[in-house]
Every structure is written in C-alpha cells, then in structure tokens.
C-alpha cells in the first residue's frame, strides 16, 4: 500500500515520497513557554507522535526536531508582570513542558532545541536574506520585504494586497505588511549582539534556523496547528527560500485542527481555564485516555474539547484493555499448538484495514476503528456459547494480543499499565494474587461467601481489581483511569 498525505501547500492528498527513499526529515514547531501548556497545545504533540510513528512502522529511519520558542514577546511580558528574569519563566514552564511529554509517554526527538541556543545560526540566515536582497536594516530593526517575494501567500492563499499589518507597533518598515527577522533591543530586555546591533529574532526566523540548520535546506515534512498556518508558516516559507533561492523549503505541510470549546479556540493567551491544562488533565485521565480522546478524530478536523469525550475515551481505552486482559487469561490457560484459522483472519484483516487507514492521509480515527472491529470479533468468539479454549485458539489469541499490541503502539499507546503487566513496588506479587484469588474460588464453592467478600476486598486494599467471568476470575492491578 502506498502513503498519501494532505499537502496543505497544494490542498490535496499526495503520495508521499520523501528526499531519501530511507529517511525523513520532519519539523514540528514547539511551544512558546510562557504558560502551561493546554490539551489544544497537546493535540500537535501527540498527532505528530503519531506520525513519526507510523512513517517508522513503513520503514522509515525519521529525524524529528520538535522546537521550543524561549525568546518571545509574551515571555517577556510575563517575566515583567511577575518581575522575575526571562529564564525564570522560561526555566519552569520548559521543565513543566518536559514532565508533560514524560507523562503522555512521548519521546524519541532528534533534538528539542532552544531559540536561545541558535542565534548565532539566526543571524547568519538574517544576513543571507539581506544579501539575496529580501530584507533591510532599518534603525537596527530588520524586515523582510514581502513584496519581493513573489511566491509570498502561496500556503494561505492570502493576497498581498488583502493583508493587514504584520508586527502592528514597529516602526521604519517600506511597507505595513514586510516583518521582523531581528528587533532593535528596548531598554531593560533581553537582547544579543548583531551586526545590525543589539537585539533579539523575531518569532518566525527562529524556526527557519532551527529547522534548516538542524535537519537540512529542505524538509520533507513540517508540522503544526492549523493557525499557525498564517503567518508563522508562510514567513517561514519566505524567509528560508529568500536565504536559500532554488530549494524547496518543505515538500509537505502537515497541519492538525483545532481544540475547541463551544466555537471557542483554546489559547494561552486569551487565559488558560484549569481544566484547559494537560498536567491538570494528566490527573484525571492517563495518557492513553487523552491520545484516545485525540486520535479518535482525524488529525485535520476540528475537535471539541469536553469531559464527557474524555470519559468516553477512558472507557474506549478500558474496552481494549479488558479484552487484552481477557486474551491474556485465555491462552495462559493452554500450551500453544497450530492457530486457530477464525482468529488468524481477524488479525490479518484488521491489520489490513488499519494499514489502509493509515495510508489515507493517517486516518487513525478509521485504524481506531479496525482495531475495535477486530476486538468486537475477538469478544464474539470467546464470550460464544459452547466456546472452547483449544490449544490452536489460545496460539491464536496469543498472535492476536501480539497483533493489538503492535497497532496501538504504533498510535502511540502504551497499554502494559493497563493490562497490569507492571507491578508497582509494594504490591502483591502475582503467585500471592493467584493463590488469594483460588482460596476465595474455593471458599465460593464452599459456600463461604463471607470469607470469599473477605478476600475480595483485602485484594482491592492492595489494589487488585477481580473481575469474575465463565471462563474464571481474571485480576488487575488498579490503574488511573479505574474508579
């Protein structure tokens, strides 16, 4: 099957064909640390997760570059507001950032570089526009001059004779719509050394630097929310094919919807609201539920933001957990031998399906939908009255579980917590769990309800959740998302 993918440059689906037949690269811009960061700011965190994933799953070697804006106005305003450094700021919402992707499970970066960590790489770009002849020094401001750009709006669709003032406020610009590559330093901020003097870069040249410098002159895919579309990306556009004429600057443009509450964006700068935060979030709902909550809707559509979605995808998350679990006791139960046909087609049919899915501009909302096709199939067939546990079933559950496993990793989900296969420090250990579980068994046959209630509830102090069922009594650990 072949990958095609949503070209936000061309509007349409394009069968993806990166530089090299073995690697991409991929630029995702990062967050600008003046705040916690969102569930709306997470949704391009995980959707590009995703993405790297999968490009890996057909085979791909990818260098992903996620950056973080360290140096910006709304950092600076913050740090005044608070009258505390820059790095004050900077420093605890980067930390915070980080413990954010260590708690969504999501890692595996080429490099998470720092604006402030580039500038030497931004100036030097700086100078190559100004060379080209598209940029000019202005009372040691510097502005890219739109107008010699001809291919300038040709991601938006903006025509330059439509578009309104780009950096309202500055000052010595040829023409309202031209923007900042480097800002003149202002008493009291904080500013490096130029040769158009003391100063800082403006928002958009930072990408262009990071991206070009750490990855290459072209890149096969860069990533963001769908509002940064104008005019972070176009400016991006313009600055690195001014300084770098006769390269593409990216082949495909990849830009993930919006989080939504009622019709309203979610930004940081308008306010976070509590529940808006993802470590606030992170409280409430694993890491599995929220990619769920995410994933559950195709990365370019809009999404609204409420608990309830979030509450029905926990309970998505525990359907696929439960019947993992349930396979899991199964075919423990046997000595594999040979594999059941019926559960060797529903595997082989739904990773078929989820792959095809994928293959269409990343639909993880239809290859979520494969993957519970093959779990509703699976639930039939062992839950079916007269069901056997045969040694050719419990090899095909066991491929089946494997099967599982694998897709929704490639979607970025970790299920291990949830299957209970960690055992946190302190708990029982599974022969105590087991024997306690068959003295309560035979206290039922017995009778002894009393002792078997007994049972059950010193488990659930050591947090042991049992679950009776015809085939036995399966048990796991309790886990975030349990109640």
């Given at each position: 099957?072949?990958?095609?993918?949503?070209?936000?440059?061309?509007?349409?689906?394009?069968?993806?064909?990166?530089?090299?037949?073995?690697?991409?690269?991929?630029?995702?811009?990062?967050?600008?640390?003046?705040?916690?960061?969102?569930?709306?700011?997470?949704?391009?965190?995980?959707?590009?997760?995703?993405?790297?994933?999968?490009?890996?799953?057909?085979?791909?070697?990818?260098?992903?570059?996620?950056?973080?804006?360290?140096?910006?106005?709304?950092?600076?305003?913050?740090?005044?507001?608070?009258?505390?450094?820059?790095?004050?700021?900077?420093?605890?919402?980067?930390?915070?950032?980080?413990?954010?992707?260590?708690?969504?499970?999501?890692?595996?970066?080429?490099?998470?570089?720092?604006?402030?960590?580039?500038?030497?790489?931004?100036?030097?770009?700086?100078?190559?526009?100004?060379?080209?002849?598209?940029?000019?020094?202005?009372?040691?401001?510097?502005?890219?001059?739109?107008?010699?750009?001809?291919?300038?709006?040709?991601?938006?669709?903006?025509?330059?004779?439509?578009?309104?003032?780009?950096?309202?406020?500055?000052?010595?610009?040829?023409?309202?719509?031209?923007?900042?590559?480097?800002?003149?330093?202002?008493?009291?901020?904080?500013?490096?050394?130029?040769?158009?003097?003391?100063?800082?870069?403006?928002?958009?040249?930072?990408?262009?630097?990071?991206?070009?410098?750490?990855?290459?002159?072209?890149?096969?895919?860069?990533?963001?929310?769908?509002?940064?579309?104008?005019?972070?990306?176009?400016?991006?556009?313009?600055?690195?094919?001014?300084?770098?004429?006769?390269?593409?600057?990216?082949?495909?443009?990849?830009?993930?919807?919006?989080?939504?509450?009622?019709?309203?964006?979610?930004?940081?700068?308008?306010?976070?609201?509590?529940?808006?935060?993802?470590?606030?979030?992170?409280?409430?709902?694993?890491?599995?539920?929220?990619?769920?909550?995410?994933?559950?809707?195709?990365?370019?559509?809009?999404?609204?933001?409420?608990?309830?979605?979030?509450?029905?995808?926990?309970?998505?998350?525990?359907?696929?957990?439960?019947?993992?679990?349930?396979?899991?006791?199964?075919?423990?139960?046997?000595?594999?031998?040979?594999?059941?046909?019926?559960?060797?087609?529903?595997?082989s049919a739904g990773k078929k399906e989820f792959i095809a899915a994928m293959d269409d501009d990343l639909n993880s909302a239809r290859a979520l939908g494969a993957i519970f096709e093959m779990i509703k199939k699976i639930n039939m067939l062992i839950q079916a009255q007269g069901f056997s546990n045969s040694q050719a079933v419990s090899?095909?559950?066991?491929?089946?579980?494997?099967?599982?496993?694998?897709?929704?990793?490639?979607?970025?989900?970790?299920?291990?917590?949830?299957?209970?296969?960690?055992?946190?420090?302190?708990?029982?250990?599974?022969?105590?769990?087991?024997?306690?579980?068959?003295?309560?068994?035979?206290?039922?046959?017995?009778?002894?309800?009393?002792?078997?209630?007994?049972?059950?509830?010193?488990?659930?102090?050591?947090?042991?959740?049992?679950?009776?069922?015809?085939?036995?009594?399966?048990?796991?650990?309790?886990?975030?998302?349990?109640?």
């Amino acid at each position: 099957m072949t990958l095609k993918i949503y070209n936000t440059l061309e509007r349409r689906k394009k069968v993806f064909e990166p530089s090299d037949i073995n690697r991409v690269s991929m630029y995702v811009c990062g967050p600008t640390v003046y705040n916690y960061i969102s569930i709306g700011n997470t949704r391009p965190v995980v959707v590009f997760n995703m993405v790297r994933n999968y490009l890996e799953y057909k085979g791909y070697a990818v260098d992903y570059v996620q950056n973080i804006t360290d140096i910006e106005d709304k950092i600076i305003g913050k740090a005044k507001q608070e009258g505390v450094s820059y790095q004050e700021i900077t420093g605890r919402y980067i930390e915070a950032f980080q413990n954010d992707l260590k708690n969504l499970k999501i890692s595996g970066f080429k490099s998470m570089p720092l604006a402030t960590e580039t500038i030497p790489q931004i100036i030097e770009i700086i100078k190559r526009i100004i060379e080209n002849g598209f940029a000019y020094v202005s009372d040691g401001n510097v502005y890219f001059e739109v107008k010699k750009f001809p291919a300038y709006g040709k991601l938006s669709g903006q025509r330059i004779e439509e578009m309104k003032h780009q950096d309202a406020g500055e000052e010595g610009k040829k023409d309202h719509i031209d923007f900042t590559l480097w800002k003149k330093a202002k008493a009291g901020e904080p500013s490096w050394e130029s040769p158009w003097g003391r100063g800082r870069p403006g928002w958009h040249i930072e990408c262009s630097a990071m991206s070009t410098s750490l990855l290459s002159r072209s890149i096969d895919i860069h990533g963001g929310g769908l509002d940064l579309v104008f005019p972070h990306h176009e400016n991006e556009i313009a600055q690195s094919e001014a300084a770098y004429p006769g390269k593409t600057f990216v082949k495909y443009w990849l830009h993930n919807g919006m989080i939504e509450v009622k019709e309203e964006k979610m930004s940081k700068s308008d306010g976070l609201k509590k529940e808006w935060i993802l470590k606030n979030c992170l409280k409430k709902y694993n890491h599995n539920s929220i990619k769920m909550f995410i994933l559950s809707t195709h990365y370019r559509s809009p999404l609204e933001f409420s608990d309830s979605k979030l509450i029905e995808a926990k309970k998505a998350v525990n359907r696929i957990s439960n019947t993992l679990r349930n396979m899991r006791f199964l075919f423990q139960q046997q000595e594999p031998a040979g594999v059941e046909p019926e559960l060797e087609e529903i595997a082989s049919a739904g990773k078929k399906e989820f792959i095809a899915a994928m293959d269409d501009d990343l639909n993880s909302a239809r290859a979520l939908g494969a993957i519970f096709e093959m779990i509703k199939k699976i639930n039939m067939l062992i839950q079916a009255q007269g069901f056997s546990n045969s040694q050719a079933v419990s090899a095909g559950l066991r491929e089946a579980q494997v099967m599982i496993l694998e897709l929704t990793g490639v979607l970025g989900f970790d299920l291990k917590d949830e299957m209970g296969a960690q055992e946190d420090e302190g708990r029982l250990d599974k022969a105590e769990v087991e024997e306690m579980i068959a003295e309560r068994q035979k206290a039922r046959k017995e009778k002894d309800y009393k002792k078997a209630d007994s049972i059950r509830q010193k488990l659930e102090r050591q947090g042991i959740i049992l679950e009776d069922r015809k085939e036995g009594t399966i048990w796991k650990y309790r886990g975030k998302d349990d109640v």
